[in-house]
């Protein structure tokens, strides 16, 4: 009880963006899941129930909306790495076919731009971040995308994942299989978002998946931070646009979408969680 009341605590701080990042919560065990505990039988039996819970409706929705869909195969070889985990509510990785699509559509209309922005909130173990790397690859496009975690990149730590089973690894060694996704288009960055994005210097933005702290504030200053760095047509998702249980996220997004700068459209993956994916307009 003290425990679940002390992480809550702790998460709140985080979300705020004011606990330090010496004691933030990557330790070497950061998902508190005791290593060792879980079998590879578990996680294994996890990504095939996850693979089976993925809503055909919500599929139907992306490719009408976006005409493209990532290889079933990549996205479940890739969630089951960093998507696959021991955790209290539903597995579900939809975010991945919106963004890949989402973003195959952007680059496909822009053929005659040569390189794109993207910046990502809330890396975790790489899932977003990968999905946008392979849209830009299949589109044969060159792009960065500049991905922002309070988790690190480069220190050995246990994720609750199936690779835990040998042991601690870095981020990008838990993405090795997917090395030259990340190594032509993927930044990693570590630090709360409220400072490190002050620090960037990105000119142009022209598509942002935001889903690093759920609180008001967090998300409301990454809005912000984006929306002044693009232009006609350029791309906000965000992630977890759930009243109930992140109200925060909710009531950030519809500042946006009632400036009428942004034009919104929900994509909702079950009755708890959607996605906002949110497009600058032509005209104010
Ligand atoms: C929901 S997960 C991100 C999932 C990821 N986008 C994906 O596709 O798998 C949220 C992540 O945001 C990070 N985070 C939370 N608050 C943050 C903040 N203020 N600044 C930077 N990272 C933060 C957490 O450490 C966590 O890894």
Redesign the pocket.
């Known amino acids: 009880m003290l425990n679940r009341f002390k992480r809550r605590l702790r998460r709140h701080f985080?979300?705020?963006?004011v606990w330090p990042i010496a004691f933030?919560?990557?330790g070497n065990n950061?998902f508190e899941v005791t290593p060792g505990e879980v079998s590879k039988e578990t996680y294994l039996d996890l990504g095939r129930k996850a693979r089976k819970s993925i809503p055909p409706e919500f599929l139907q929705n992306v490719e009408e909306a976006f005409h493209s869909l990532p290889q079933e195969n990549f996205i479940h070889d890739l969630a089951l790495s960093?998507?696959v985990v021991v955790k209290q509510s539903e597995l579900l990785?939809l975010?991945?076919y919106l963004?890949y699509g989402a973003l195959r559509t952007y680059v496909d209309e822009r053929p005659d731009q040569k390189t794109f922005n993207l910046l990502?909130?809330?890396?975790?173990?790489?899932?977003?971040?990968v999905?946008m790397a392979k849209a830009l690859a299949d589109a044969g496009a060159s792009g960065k995308i500049t991905?922002?975690?309070?988790?690190p990149s480069e220190e050995a730590i246990y994720w609750n994942c199936i690779q835990d089973l040998d042991g601690p690894r870095t981020r990008i060694e838990l993405l090795e299989p997917w090395k030259d996704l990340v190594e032509n288009h993927i930044i990693f960055l570590q630090?709360?978002?409220?400072i490190?994005l002050r620090q960037l210097g990105l000119p142009r933005i022209h598509f942002a998946?935001l889903?690093?702290?759920?609180e008001y504030e967090?998300l409301k200053m990454e809005i912000e931070y984006v929306a002044k760095r693009q232009q006609p047509g350029d791309v906000i998702i965000c992630?977890?646009y759930d009243k109930a249980q992140f109200p925060g996220v909710v009531k950030a997004v519809e500042e946006l979408l009632s400036s009428n700068e942004y034009g919104g459209r929900l994509f909702k993956g079950d009755d708890e969680r959607g996605y906002m994916y949110c497009r600058r307009r032509n005209e104010v």
């Open positions: 985080i979300d705020k963006g933030a919560p990557y950061p960093t998507q990785y975010h991945g963004l990502e909130t809330g890396t975790a173990r790489g899932f977003g971040t999905c991905t922002v975690d309070i988790l630090g709360y978002t409220n490190v998946f889903d690093s702290g759920h967090t992630d977890d």
